[in-house]
């Protein structure tokens, strides 16, 4: 594809390793277009090290996104790209943003970040060979991942949110959306009960509104129900008994870590959700096939945060309730596909009963 240039007046090109830049180049590679975003890497011609644009796509695979969403995402990663700047978390430094609907785009036409370009190589499982990552390639990774966690487990915030910009200072603002991009920003939140069961009755107020798990609302609105009704089992007794302390947690996260890149959908949470099991870890075939355990990874991750002295949060780990409760239903089409996931929450919080008996307890309480 043919080359294009553009000029770059953003107010993070103002640097001193490029004081003006006239000229950018930047080429549309076909590969590497990211899950959420749209990222472009950009060459300055005087060799200074390369930056990255980064576009929020406008649809995820579920629905399309208001450009009010769109443009706090963007605001919401640059601060805590920002916020991540002042620890010792490898993250790419955030130059810029700009957005659309404020007339901040710098005439792009589009909601925007601008950060640095981090080197290295996605990781998606292999290992240096190429093929799939041994046991021990793996647990230099999770040591990579634990020392993030022991960094990020010394900075705490009163709420539970995401991080935005508010003139010009850090606050904990509305939680962004979920991870499938489904919910409106909500909060923030003063204890982790209110902030997991306002994630529970956006599900049940879209599926009553028929947007969501149109084959078998019925079904998807009992399992939501439960989980907004027992949201109080994903505090822990610890939490209870203190005042409440929340912290920064990846959504979704080489063999060194070199850096985690997409902040995104990035949100300040509790100290169960924030160092417990996550889909980072997760066995993904037993969480999807609804399969109730915790992955040897999940095992590892908790022995390398235990090495570095973080026992109590380590021992969040055992505890797969919180990963349950976000995963939920997974926008499954068919009730066949979320039975199992509805099988394995009920499991996981302690219900013995199977499903049909469950449920008609369920409908005969809403019912009386």
């Known amino acids: 594809m043919t080359s294009r240039f553009f000029s770059c007046s953003p107010p993070g090109c103002e640097r001193p390793s490029v004081p003006s830049v006239p000229q950018v180049q930047h080429n549309w590679p076909r590969r590497s277009y990211g899950g959420r975003q749209l990222p472009r890497p950009i060459r300055f011609h005087d060799g200074s090290p390369s930056w990255l644009l980064r576009v ?19 605001l919401s990663e640059y601060a805590t790209l920002k916020f991540l700047e002042t620890t010792t978390v490898p993250a790419p430094r955030a130059f810029s943003f700009g957005i659309c609907g404020t007339g901040t785009d710098h005439v792009v036409g589009v ?5 640095e370009e981090l080197r290295g190589t996605p990781w998606t499982g292999q290992g240096v060979s190429g093929g799939k990552a041994t046991e021990n390639e793996k647990e230099r990774v999770w040591g990579g991942l634990a020392d993030i966690l022991t960094e990020l487990e010394k900075y705490h915030f009163p709420m539970a949110g995401s991080l935005c910009l508010q003139s010009s200072e850090l606050e904990v603002s509305a939680v962004v959306s979920d991870r499938v991009l489904v919910l409106a920003p909500k909060g923030p939140f003063v204890t982790s009960a209110a902030y997991y069961e306002a994630f529970a009755e956006q599900y049940l107020e879209l599926i009553a509104d028929g947007q969501l798990y149109t084959e078998y609302p019925v079904n998807a609105y009992l399992v939501y129900r439960f989980l907004k009704d027992n949201a109080t089992q994903l505090v822990s007794q ?30 300040i949470v509790p100290l169960h959700e924030a160092f ?27 022995d390398m945060l235990r090495i570095r002295g973080l026992s109590d949060v380590a021992s969040n780990v055992t505890d797969e309730k919180v990963r349950r409760h976000f995963w939920g239903l997974a926008l499954e089409p068919t009730w066949t596909y979320a039975q199992p996931l509805s099988d394995a929450i009920l499991k996981v919080f302690g219900v013995v009963e199977d499903w049909s008996q469950w449920k008609e307890s369920a409908l005969k309480e809403i019912r009386d």
């Open 276 to 302: 417990g099991p996550s889909l980072v870890t997760a066995d993904m075939n037993a969480l999807c096939n609804g399969e109730f355990s915790l992955s040897p990874d999940d095992l590892i991750l908790a």
């Open 111 to 115: 909601s925007f970040t601008l950060m």
């Open 238 to 267: 610890e939490e209870n008994q203190m005042t409440e302390r929340f912290y920064l947690k990846h959504v979704d996260e080489q063999l060194k870590i070199t850096g985690i890149i997409d902040w995104q959908m990035a949100r």
């Open 56 to 74: 929020p796509r406008v649809a995820s695979f579920a629905v399309g996104l208001p450009s009010s969403l769109v443009e706090y995402l963007v």
